[in-house]
């Protein structure tokens, strides 16, 4: 049966994951209060994730379905293992609240229910920017770096988690990249770390703090405040800002440039206008704040620039309280959550890729309407994209809004206004934590109704594994025969 052969590694992610709880445990006996929770639930997590490795058999063979079923699995088990220490020690007593607050972790959205975050104790503030850190970049990309006795067909794994809706970007050697990839994550890691410790002035905690929910974007900060405490320190607030871009671009690009110099980060379209858009949606909404508040035109464009590309690439950084900002500048940033980073990236949303492929289809199918017999192909980067990978992706962009719609609506039977549900949507879905109103940049989400929340953990964990790995799982089909595989089944799914 194909379900021993996935329960051996799964048991195997889980007691990974479950050694890590021992991480926050471990600060807190150094500095106290002492945490037993995590401890408890590391016990947990190693007990559960020990029976399914020996329940299970051995096996470095794996099909595309069984990825999909692996990572759907690995997702759920550590979103609620995350979850029961904020249980345990009595700091969420809800157990929506708490897997809430895990899931909002662990895809790096940074949507808290905790109103007072300086009421923690910093064991588990630690633990809510180690869950950050960890989804960011993927649990299963490191795994692939760490693990030594899967065969090729560990890029199924890779497939059905990464974000990397394009053509080339996995390579054959897929363990020497997610070890490459994970390699640039923790170097860009540390030289933000030191940038903000040794540079910036901030404590050795704080700045370890920010720079995992930084570079991962995802928005979770050691104070209640957020980056309020940091606006006036313009050294900070430009080492974060830079670090924001970087986790929302491409980490598969930076290894090219490893390999092939900075040449191909140049040459790279996506990037290019990965950057571009977030240039000319901080100088929108500058320009609006410097002329609707007759602000300070440094202040208004340094403010703009920040405040769009913390929501473009979800990070969801608040440098002031935007829901006081013209109409106008408000759109662009609700726009933005729409838009995302690059394919590759930490970040959520459709993905800068997708909008440059479904404009240039559109442009393709503008001038067959005039030029009916005229042979067109679709390029980027010179490369010709293949028909199959144009129709993955307006299909991702139906399913995306699809989603959205129902996700909407279900929202407003909760109780909510069709507004607060758009954007309330946004925030969870895209994955960028952020709302306006209710749920704005200096609120939490602990006022939600229970049905709202329920709603919006299913989007951020949708959002993070872009919809169609969920949804591939839920699919009646993908259960036929799974457990017993038929004798004449010799293609791989």
């Given at each position: 049966?194909?379900?021993?052969?996935?329960?051996?590694?799964?048991?195997?992610?889980?007691?990974?994951?479950?050694?890590?709880?021992?991480?926050?445990?471990?600060?807190?006996?150094?500095?106290?209060?002492?945490?037993?929770?995590?401890?408890?639930?590391?016990?947990?997590?190693?007990?559960?994730?020990?029976?399914?490795?020996?329940?299970?058999?051995?096996?470095?063979q794996?099909?595309?379905?069984?990825?999909?079923?692996?990572?759907?699995?690995?997702?759920?088990?550590?979103?609620?293992?995350?979850?029961?220490?904020?249980?345990?020690?009595?700091?969420?007593?809800?157990?929506?609240?708490?897997?809430?607050?895990?899931i909002?972790?662990?895809?790096?959205?940074?949507?808290?229910?905790?109103?007072?975050?300086?009421?923690?104790?910093?064991?588990?503030?630690?633990?809510?920017?180690?869950?950050?850190?960890?989804?960011?970049?993927?649990?299963?990309?490191?795994?692939?770096?760490?693990?030594?006795?899967?065969?090729?067909?560990?890029?199924?794994?890779?497939k059905a988690?990464?974000?990397?809706?394009?053509?080339?970007?996995?390579?054959?050697?897929?363990?020497?990249?997610?070890?490459?990839?994970?390699?640039?994550?923790?170097?860009?890691?540390?030289l933000?770390?030191?940038?903000?410790?040794?540079?910036?002035?901030?404590?050795?905690?704080?700045?370890?703090?920010?720079?995992?929910?930084?570079?991962?974007?995802?928005?979770?900060?050691?104070?209640?405040?957020?980056?309020?405490?940091?606006?006036?320190?313009?050294l900070?607030?430009?080492?974060?800002g830079?670090?924001?871009?970087?986790?929302g671009?491409?980490?598969?690009?930076?290894y090219?440039?490893?390999?092939?110099?900075?040449?191909?980060?140049?040459?790279?379209?996506?990037?290019?206008?990965?950057?571009?858009?977030?240039?000319?949606?901080?100088?929108?909404?500058?320009?609006?704040?410097?002329?609707?508040?007759?602000?300070?035109?440094?202040?208004?464009?340094?403010?703009?620039?920040?405040?769009?590309?913390?929501?473009?690439?979800?990070?969801?950084?608040?440098?002031?309280?935007?829901?006081?900002?013209?109409?106008?500048?408000?759109?662009?940033?609700?726009?933005?959550?729409?838009?995302?980073g690059?394919?590759?990236?930490?970040?959520?949303?459709?993905?800068?890729?997708?909008?440059?492929?479904?404009?240039?289809?559109?442009?393709?199918?503008?001038r067959?309407?005039?030029?009916?017999?005229?042979?067109?192909?679709?390029?980027?980067?010179?490369?010709?994209?293949?028909?199959?990978?144009?129709?993955?992706?307006?299909?991702?962009?139906?399913?995306?809004?699809?989603?959205?719609?129902?996700?909407?609506?279900?929202?407003?039977?909760?109780?909510?206004s069709?507004?607060?549900?758009?954007?309330?949507?946004?925030?969870?879905?895209?994955?960028?934590?952020?709302?306006?109103?209710?749920?704005?940049?200096?609120?939490?989400?602990?006022?939600?109704?229970?049905?709202?929340?329920?709603?919006?953990?299913?989007?951020?964990?949708?959002?993070?594994l872009?919809?169609?790995?969920?949804?591939?799982?839920?699919?009646?089909?993908?259960?036929?025969?799974?457990?017993?595989?038929?004798?004449?089944?010799?293609?791989?799914?």
């Amino acid at each position: 049966m194909r379900i021993r052969a996935i329960s051996r590694l799964i048991g195997q992610l889980i007691m990974i994951y479950a050694a890590i709880l021992l991480l926050p445990f471990a600060y807190s006996c150094l500095e106290g209060p002492l945490e037993w929770s995590f401890l408890l639930v590391s016990i947990l997590g190693l007990a559960l994730g020990g029976g399914l490795f020996t329940y299970g058999e051995k096996s470095n063979q794996f099909f595309l379905r069984d990825s999909y079923l692996i990572v759907a699995s690995t997702w759920v088990a550590t979103s609620v293992l995350g979850a029961l220490p904020f249980m345990g020690a009595g700091y969420l007593t809800s157990p929506v609240d708490a897997l809430f607050e895990s899931i909002s972790g662990i895809t790096a959205t940074g949507a808290s229910v905790i109103a007072n975050v300086d009421g923690l104790p910093q064991s588990f503030i630690l633990w809510r920017s180690i869950m950050h850190w960890l989804g960011g970049m993927g649990i299963i990309v490191l795994v692939l770096a760490v693990f030594r006795n899967l065969r090729a067909d560990s890029a199924y794994l890779f497939k059905a988690e990464a974000s990397m809706p394009r053509p080339g970007a996995v390579l054959p050697r897929i363990r020497t990249m997610a070890t490459e990839l994970w390699g640039l994550y923790v170097g860009f890691s540390l030289l933000c770390f030191a940038l903000l410790w040794l540079v910036g002035g901030l404590s050795p905690f704080h700045a370890l703090n920010v720079t995992m929910s930084t570079i991962s974007t995802g928005g979770f900060l050691p104070t209640s405040d957020g980056v309020f405490n940091y606006h006036h320190n313009y050294l900070v607030m430009t080492i974060i800002g830079i670090f924001m871009v970087i986790g929302g671009g491409n980490f598969a690009l930076y290894y090219s440039v490893k390999r092939l110099g900075l040449g191909s980060l140049l040459a790279d379209l996506e990037f290019k206008v990965y950057i571009g858009i977030l240039l000319l949606g901080g100088f929108l909404i500058g320009s609006s704040l410097w002329m609707s508040l007759d602000s300070n035109p440094i202040h208004a464009y340094a403010n703009g620039l920040f405040m769009y590309i913390s929501m473009q690439t979800g990070t969801g950084f608040a440098i002031g309280n935007y829901d006081q900002w013209p109409n106008f500048a408000q759109m662009i940033l609700f726009l933005s959550t729409f838009i995302g980073g690059c394919s590759g990236s930490t970040a959520g949303a459709i993905k800068v890729f997708r909008f440059i492929v479904m404009f240039k289809s559109i442009g393709i199918y503008l001038r067959q309407s005039i030029h009916p017999n005229q042979v067109q192909v679709l390029r980027l980067n010179g490369r010709v994209m293949q028909s199959s990978w144009i129709r993955r992706i307006w299909q991702f962009f139906f399913a995306y809004m699809t989603v959205y719609g129902v996700s909407t609506l279900l929202l407003t039977l909760s109780g909510l206004s069709y507004t607060e549900a758009l954007e309330c949507t946004s925030a969870t879905l895209s994955n960028v934590g952020l709302s306006f109103g209710r749920w704005g940049p200096t609120l939490a989400f602990d006022t939600l109704p229970s049905l709202a929340k329920l709603v919006c953990i299913v989007d951020m964990v949708l959002g993070r594994l872009e919809i169609f790995t969920v949804l591939v799982v839920l699919h009646p089909d993908f259960w036929r025969g799974y457990f017993i595989k038929p004798k004449n089944e010799v293609t791989r799914l």
